[in-house]
């Protein structure tokens, strides 16, 4: 079947503007979780959703990300103001259970100028 | 506090030959391991994960790794590398066991096979 999917694939922007990442986990994936991948911190923990419950927003490092999960599928990743020590990889994982194994999607690589 | 450390950033090593990429954790706690493998530009891919029971787990394309608990370590190995295992690898534990989620990743080792 489909794996995680994630889009854009690439994302170029401006210090200061709003970015929206998406993603679209694997069909009947309960949990949902993001993290980031950059050459400094390696890989980080960011939220995780598991079904209806809220959401564990632990590892958002600033109060300008944010991340919704609509109909427990897809998940948008929001990052307002963006500054330039956000550019990095952001990667998506879904998951049965948490615990289960989790998936990654491609990621977004995210630029910010 | 909990964290996962892999030794070498980088292991070069000659096609044919066996390679070991070693992982170590510091928590008293119990553990979920697992290796992920990642190839230039793509997403992360589990390779193999141990969880509960044998503690010689076998993945995919050849790897296996061994649970050590008196030694907190995941070591994982190959008998006998390809060009095509040329990629980052990453050892991660989920710490305190059922009911727990949250993946620590070590830094990543770069295994170069060379021909």
């Known amino acids: 079947g489909a794996g995680v999917s994630q889009s854009p694939s690439n994302k170029v922007t401006e210090k200061g503007k709003d970015v929206e990442l998406r993603c679209d986990p694997i069909?009947?994936?309960?949990?949902l979780y993001w993290y980031r991948q950059s050459l400094g911190q390696g890989l980080e923990f960011l939220i995780y959703?598991?079904?209806?419950?809220?959401?564990?927003k632990s590892g958002l490092p600033s109060d300008r990300f944010s991340a919704e999960r609509t109909g427990g599928s897809v998940s948008t990743l929001t990052i307002q103001r963006t500054q330039q020590e956000d550019s990095a990889v952001y990667l998506c994982?879904?998951?049965?259970?948490?615990?289960?194994?989790?998936?990654f999607g491609p990621g977004t690589r995210l630029t910010v100028l | 506090a909990q964290s996962v450390t892999q030794l070498d950033s980088q292991v070069p090593v000659f096609e044919e030959a066996p390679v070991e990429l070693r992982c170590n954790y510091s928590s008293s706690v119990s553990v979920y391991l697992f290796w992920y493998v990642q190839y230039p530009n793509q997403g992360l891919q589990l390779l193999l994960k141990y969880l509960s029971g044998s503690t010689l787990v076998k993945g995919i394309n050849g790897f296996e790794a061994e649970f050590n608990k008196s030694q907190t370590s995941f070591h994982l190995r190959k008998p006998s590398v390809h060009i095509s295992d040329t990629a980052e690898y990453f050892c991660a534990v989920v710490f305190g066991g059922a009911g727990s989620y949250q993946l620590t990743f070590g830094k990543g080792t770069k295994l170069s096979v060379i021909p």
């Open positions: 959703f598991q079904g209806n419950s809220a959401p564990d």
């Open positions: 994982a879904s998951s049965l259970p948490a615990t289960d194994t989790q998936y």
């Open positions: 069909s009947g994936h309960t949990a």
